[in-house]
């Protein structure tokens, strides 16, 4: 069984910063792509940033220059800087992780329990 944990969130000024945390735990073999998503009430899932295995990062437009994504391979953790947040980054933030449990190599998505950040204005 593999488990996600999300820590970090909270509430902000704008102008602020927050760090989310998300660390896998479990039958691991090997991570392929970790990203962070968020989700606001009557809207769908939209993706914020992505890193795969060897360090390429994919950022949403609305966060490129402010939001970093960086992850620790040997915690198997992945890690969002958020800088100059703004009240429209408020949202539930989810950490996903494509995850490989045996020496198939077959990955499987598996996601954080979700994290609110509030961005006040």
């Known amino acids: 069984q593999v488990q996600l944990v999300e820590s970090g969130g909270g509430l902000v000024q704008a102008g602020g910063s927050l760090r989310l945390s998300c660390a896998a735990s479990g039958s691991i073999f090997r991570i392929f792509t970790m990203g962070w998503y968020r989700q606001v009430p009557a809207s769908e899932r939209e993706l914020v940033a992505t890193?795969?295995?060897?360090?390429?990062?994919n950022y949403a437009d609305s966060v490129k220059g402010r939001f970093t994504i960086s992850r620790d391979n040997a915690k198997n953790t992945v890690f969002l800087q958020m800088n100059s947040l703004k009240p429209e980054d408020t949202a539930v933030y989810y950490c996903?992780?494509?995850?490989?449990?045996?020496?198939?190599?077959?990955?499987?998505?598996?996601w954080g329990q979700g994290t609110q950040v509030t961005v006040s204005s």
């Open positions: 996903h992780q494509a995850i490989v449990r045996s020496r198939d190599f077959i990955p499987y998505d598996y």
């Open positions: 890193i795969t295995s060897d360090g390429n990062t």
